[in-house]
């Protein structure tokens, strides 16, 4: 089988000193992170926000860097980077000028420089600060997403009374009460229009609407579009009400600019979620990804095309079995440039808006972001073996542009690692991946740790995590195996719709199947020296472990996980997800889909010893599990452990956090394992 590499991985580890050592959390922390690429109109600019840790505040800070397209043997350099500001969302203007968002002085506003620096120009300030903006094609008028009260007239936050009397409690007659990581207070994302020419005055865009515009919790920029005119606002909304909770129906709207009507739904006849609103160079064209079946979150995303002149419709990939995850047009319009996981990666696709023929441009590693240029495309791409750095695509040429990190990776040995398949559960074909650490001698096994990915739909695929990331498990001296069972995407829409009412019956038979085949394979690790870990989906799947494959493991990690489907419906924020999954009703009208598969229900048979985390601000799988599943440890007397974090939510995302999660994790694998923590 051949290796999962980086592309380019010879260019960025080509002078490793003899004094090499592993990759630790420590490193992985600190490392810079580019965000998605911005490319200049000629073509000539490339620009993006980078973070940089600031580790004793525990966060990150953002810059801006540049790099010159033309120029050969151009190296990065810094555009805008004040200490203590951070400059984000970089985009250019018609003018040349960068335009982006800066938190200087404590306040947002958006301001512009020239791409050979100098002084910077505030563009807009509004009060109440933003989330976000895009720039209008003409560079005249900026579109802020802001959070204000539901109809707000303006930008400019509503003045509200302080009654001094007021208790602190929060009334709700609706869901949702709280949704990610945050109680709600009544304010929603929405839409404003600021013209340059006058930043005091402000157009709200479809005030009649109730809901989030972008998405919350991540939708950003991508779900948002300005018509090539400039007159035209198109965004994705799901409206709110008592349905909020059970809907993944967001639609694309369209609104004029200047606010002088309604908006039109485009996108009504379809129940399904409706998204990325991406409109073509000439203006004639929306393009965006579908879903068909409506309450199910990972249905395939099918790549869509709107005639804006007529509104007629078409499906340009239902033919192909793959999930559209990014959209963005070529400069001439003559191609669509798409993300889609495909089988342990990500790569680049162009799709013909005539025939709908789908193109492969990219081979291995995950792209992150794409940015079609007159040439080709300049995009941003990592791999289990390195974070994002940005690339060029011209013809079939691709050409690494940056190493942000090469300094900092410096002297560090990687793993390797190694793709491998077998026959899973319904005789399907089932991937996985294999990695070995660095310097383990010849001959020697290393203990194993077991990852089981989230989501369920998702994918252990060959993708950078500054979270679960496989490479510094090897760093510890940990064999990883890592298998796509059933419900992972990549694979077909089907291989992931097969989880459903299936939790804990195709899913772990593919863990099994896919262990044992790992260990066959692959004789340098040791399967009889093995602990499991997984976190949301893949902690369900530690607490289903632990009752029903009783007898494989030393340990188990359970971060985030289901302990007890029952109470886990009536506790979790979006709804949709736990009843899709268990056959689409509520657990009062079918509990007997939820308690097939709950972990709770077999208790009576853990004896695996199991560390337990999880957060405070988790609403998605409330903390509540975490306790629950610890408290079933205890009463069993089975040697566990509690990590709870008051300051995460489903993921921990500071750095110190980051660090306090591995130095707990590894010394827990290697009290059971025997292994020692380095």
Request: hydrophobic residues 40%; charged residues 20%; aromatic residues 10%.
């Amino acid at each position: 089988m051949k290796h999962i590499l980086l592309a380019g991985v010879a260019l960025a580890f080509a002078a490793v000193p003899a004094t090499a050592r592993d990759l630790t959390i420590q490193d992985v922390a600190t490392l810079s992170r580019v965000g998605a690429p911005v490319v200049s109109p000629d073509g000539k600019w490339l620009v993006w926000q980078q973070r940089e840790t600031d580790l004793p505040a525990n966060k990150g800070r953002y810059d801006l860097w540049k790099l010159d397209l033309v120029t050969k043997g151009a190296v990065p350099e810094k555009l805008v980077a004040e200490a203590d500001v951070n400059e984000t969302g970089p985009q250019f203007g018609v003018n040349g000028r960068v335009y982006f968002q800066s938190d200087k002085g404590g306040e947002d506003s958006v301001r512009s420089i020239a791409i050979t620096g100098g002084d910077q120009a505030e563009v807009a300030a509004p009060a109440g600060g933003f989330s976000g903006f895009k720039l209008s094609p003409d560079g005249q008028k900026l579109l802020f997403w802001a959070d204000r009260k539901p109809g707000a007239p303006g930008i400019e936050p509503a003045m509200i009374k302080k009654d001094a009397n007021a208790g602190s409690g929060r009334t709700y007659d609706q869901l949702f009460i709280r949704h990610w990581d945050t109680w709600s207070n009544g304010d929603r994302s929405q839409l404003f229009v600021v013209p340059i020419a006058d930043p005091t005055k402000s157009v709200a865009i479809a005030p009649q609407l109730v809901g989030d515009t972008p998405s919350k919790p991540f939708g950003g920029g991508e779900e948002l579009a300005w018509s090539a005119d400039s007159k035209t606002v198109y965004f994705a909304l799901r409206e709110a009400g008592r349905i909020e909770a059970t809907s993944t129906n967001l639609d694309i709207f369209s609104a004029p600019a200047d606010g002088s009507s309604a908006p039109v739904n485009l996108t009504a006849d379809n129940d399904g979620m409706d998204n990325l609103p991406t409109v073509s160079p000439d203006g004639k064209w929306l393009a965006y990804f579908a879903m068909a079946r409506a309450g199910y979150e990972a249905d395939r995303q099918v790549l869509m095309l709107r005639d804006l002149t007529n509104g007629t419709t078409k499906a340009l990939t239902e033919a192909w079995d793959r999930s559209v995850a990014s959209i963005a047009w070529s400069p001439d319009g003559k191609k669509i440039y798409v993300t889609a996981q495909d089988t342990q990666e990500e790569p680049i696709f162009t799709v013909d808006p005539k025939s709908g023929k789908v193109t492969r441009l990219t081979q291995q590693g995950v792209v992150s972001a794409v940015v079609p240029t007159r040439d080709g495309a300049v995009f941003s791409m990592n791999s289990l073996l390195g974070p994002d750095d940005f690339y060029q695509l011209k013809g079939k040429a691709q050409t690494r542009l940056t190493n942000v990190n090469a300094s900092k990776l410096a002297g560090i040995d990687l793993p390797k690692v190694e793709r491998f398949s077998f026959t899973g559960a319904n005789n399907d074909t089932v991937w996985g991946y294999a990695v070995r650490p660095a310097n383990l001698p010849e001959g020697q096994k290393a203990p194993l740790a077991f990852i089981v990915h989230g989501g369920p739909q998702g994918s252990s695929n060959n993708s950078w995590s500054y979270r679960w990331n496989p490479a510094v498990f090897a760093g510890a001296g940990y064999a990883v195996v890592s298998v796509d069972f059933h419900g992972s995407t990549g694979y077909g829409q089907k291989f992931s719709d097969d989880i459903r009412n299936n939790w804990g019956g195709w899913p772990l038979e593919d863990l099994q199947k896919g262990l044992a085949a790992a260990e066959q394979k692959f004789t340098w690790l040791d399967g009889n020296n093995a602990c499991a870990l997984g976190a949301s989906y893949g902690g369900y799947m530690m607490n289903w472990i632990a009752g029903q494959w009783t007898d494989k493991f030393k340990c188990l990690v359970q971060h985030d996980g289901v302990f007890d489907a029952r109470a886990m419906a009536y506790e979790t924020e979006e709804l949709w997800f736990d009843e899709w999954e268990h056959g689409g009703k509520a657990y009062y009208e079918d509990p007997a889909a939820f308690e097939k598969w709950n972990p709770v229900n077999h208790v009576d048979k853990w004896k695996t010893p199991m560390l337990v985390i999880t957060s405070e601000k988790d609403f998605r799988i409330p903390y509540t599990q975490g306790i629950a599943s610890f408290t079933a440890l205890q009463r069993r007397e089975i040697p566990s452990k509690l990590l709870v974090f008051p300051d995460e939510n489903h993921w921990v995302l500071k750095p110190k956090n980051s660090m306090q999660w591995y130095g707990t994790v590894l010394p827990w694998l290697g009290q059971w394992t025997g292994k020692a923590s380095k």
